[in-house]
């Protein structure tokens, strides 16, 4: 096998070469990453004017339905309603939306996941496994990162018990509560995925073509965080621990060899986080738990306030403990992954 001329750089994060990257430098040479990240940029503007489209309609049949809705329409008719109160409202209609509308919203970032796959195998002309996306062991790594994100994430929360950033309230679920928790975990499978494919299957691999592997680690860690930007209750504390699960992430996908585990991870941790402990997910309130848990004011710097643990410091250690975990004890497996050829015009 050929070494490429990225080998001495990658060596020094341990990161390897796995032969998902070089299956992508063998069917691209790659752009410089000035120009990749201008791309990444079209290509994720265009998914969310798809996404946009996808979730209109049950967005407005929600809003349309709430309490506050038919206020404003009252106090509309009656020459009442205060238009300096217009934002507030909003913002009120939007806490009062059904889970059904915010399961739907989940399932819109299935655009997302169309354009990435549209440009990469239609304009690229790549294949799916230099995104992660192998043929093979996708089940068994799938389940595996499902186990993987629940133990982290439980961490978290077990941690934020321990310093008093939480307290418990018992357990709230009810037998009915199971068709709508269902959709909720197949609706954070597809918006978790949605992101890890963006980030980490595409734009990652994408400017580790050119460019060395802990390069395309810290750009696409970024780009991460930085999709986080505009959520309720962001602090810089927030930006870094979605930057930290970014770069988890990506080293996980790197000694797999494939994104399924990543996939799984961040789609659980999610649904642990809104739907299993009953905590905010990056600031948005799923409202529909099994176990009922509440932020204590006084106790931010652990818990995250608004911003939910994401942006509190119990996921900075666990992340960061997980981090070293992964890169300095684990050794890249390339798992589902075929082995590449070079082409002829890429060997002496």
């Not at 994060?13 to 069917?27: D, F």
């Not at 300095?328 to 589902?336: E, R, S």
Request: aromatic share 10%; with cysteine; hydrophobic share 50%.
């Amino acid at each position: 096998m050929m070494k490429t001329q990225t080998e001495s750089n990658d060596s020094a994060l341990a990161l390897g070469h796995p032969i998902m990257v070089e299956n992508a430098r063998v069917q691209g040479k790659g752009k410089p990453f000035w120009l990749e990240i201008l791309i990444f940029i079209l290509v994720f503007l265009i998914s969310s004017i798809i996404e946009s489209i996808l979730e209109i309609i049950p967005m407005m049949i929600g809003l349309l339905q709430t309490e506050t809705y038919q206020n404003i329409l009252s106090q509309t008719q009656n020459g009442t309603f205060d238009m300096t109160n217009y934002m507030d409202a909003v913002y009120t209609m939007l806490s009062e939306l059904s889970s059904w509308v915010n399961i739907a919203v989940l399932f819109s970032t299935a655009g997302l996941i169309l354009t990435v796959l549209f440009y990469c195998t239609k304009i690229e002309k790549r294949r799916l496994n230099t995104l992660g996306l192998t043929r093979k062991r996708k089940i068994s790594e799938y389940l595996f990162g499902l186990l993987i994100g629940l133990l982290l994430f439980t961490l978290v929360w077990g941690l934020n018990l321990l310093v008093g950033g939480v307290s418990y309230n018992g357990i709230i679920f009810e037998t009915g509560m199971i068709p709508l928790l269902t959709f909720y975990f197949l609706g954070y499978m597809v918006q978790g995925a949605s992101e890890e494919i963006l980030c980490h299957g595409y734009l990652c691999v994408s400017i580790s073509r050119r460019a060395p592997l802990w390069a395309g680690l810290l750009i696409n860690s970024v780009a991460f965080s930085l999709l986080h930007l505009a959520n309720t209750g962001v602090s810089l504390l927030a930006l870094l621990n979605i930057f930290l699960f970014g770069v988890f992430l990506t080293v996980y996908m790197i000694r797999r060899g494939n994104l399924w585990g990543a996939c799984a991870i961040h789609s659980v941790w999610n649904f642990a986080q809104g739907n299993l402990f009953g905590l905010p997910v990056s600031g948005i309130d799923s409202g529909d738990s099994v176990l009922s848990t509440s932020l204590l004011e006084d106790k931010t710097i652990w818990n995250g306030g608004t911003f939910g643990p994401e942006g509190g410091l119990c996921v900075t250690f666990v992340l960061i403990v997980a981090i070293l975990s992964i890169t300095l004890f684990c050794q890249n497996q390339n798992l589902g992954q075929e082995t590449y050829e070079l082409l002829p015009e890429s060997v002496g």
